[in-house]
């Protein structure tokens, strides 16, 4: 149980265009979502707080117009990284939080994402 | 400022050892401290967790030991195995917050 997706795992595009990446809770009901993003040997990094039906909370320095956030249902949550440039290549990763748990977050396999 | 400090940052150890991780934290009002597994190109995953009514908390192999009153908690992993061999992340939230704040993570070789 508590399995979450993301798709694509991976994509590569060209600097200016924007890429979309999916996260679904497969097999629960999540209220709200996270949205991380990794660096190489480093920690995660919270970029926003995705709250079903209602506008997502952003974290301290990230750009709310790049990274676009939507949250259309209990099982799926987008982030769209718009106009993107190689400075957002990055590991992007994605949770859920059991609707009703007690902050269990159970996160994607992550996608990756080059910006040539 | 890091609410979680994690330490060491990377751990080898032989084949039927015990890895030892250690966080430490500031924010008494953080009651929920998970564990996190994450080998590379993955993301994490959810290996034991424990809330601050309990010094301890055993699931296998693995071992929290948490101490409320010098806001520290560890990891044990016994008999450590070559499969374990991952970068570990404690953390730390609130329940009426909901967000989870990581350590730097350890990373963790068991050699065979």
């Known amino acids: 149980g508590a399995v979450v997706s993301q798709h694509p795992s991976r994509v590569i595009c060209k600097s200016g265009t924007s890429v979309k990446i999916e996260c679904r809770s497969l097999?629960?009901?999540?209220?709200?979502m996270f949205w991380y993003r990794q660096f190489p040997k480093q920690s995660l990094m919270l970029m926003a707080t995705?709250?079903?039906?209602?506008?997502?909370?952003?974290e301290q320095g990230v750009e709310k117009d790049k990274f676009l956030i939507n949250h259309a249902s209990l099982t799926l949550s987008t982030l769209t990284v718009t106009s993107a440039h190689p400075e957002d290549s990055s590991f992007y990763i994605c949770?859920?939080?059991?609707?009703?748990?007690?902050?269990?977050?159970?996160f994607g396999p992550g996608t990756r994402l080059t910006v040539l | 400022q890091q609410q979680v400090k994690q330490s060491p940052q990377s751990l080898i150890v032989q084949k039927g050892g015990i890895s030892i991780i250690n966080c430490a934290y500031e924010?008494?009002?953080?009651?929920?401290f998970p564990w996190y597994q994450q080998f590379p190109g993955k993301g994490p995953a959810l290996l034991i967790a424990?809330?601050?009514?309990?010094s301890e908390k055993k699931e296998g192999r693995f071992t929290i030991s948490f101490n409320k009153s010098a806001k520290q908690f560890s990891l044990h992993i016994m008999d450590s195995q070559p499969g374990d061999s991952a970068t570990y992340f404690c953390?730390?939230?609130?329940?009426?917050?909901?967000?989870?704040?990581f350590g730097a993570g350890t990373q963790v070789v068991v050699t065979p």
């Open positions: 924010n008494t009002a953080f009651d929920y």
């Open positions: 949770s859920a939080q059991l609707a009703g748990g007690y902050n269990e977050q159970f």
């Open positions: 953390a730390a939230s609130m329940n009426s917050w909901g967000k989870l704040q």
């Open positions: 097999d629960f009901q999540a209220t709200t």
């Open positions: 995705s709250n079903e039906g209602s506008k997502a909370t952003y």
């Open positions: 424990i809330r601050p009514d309990v």
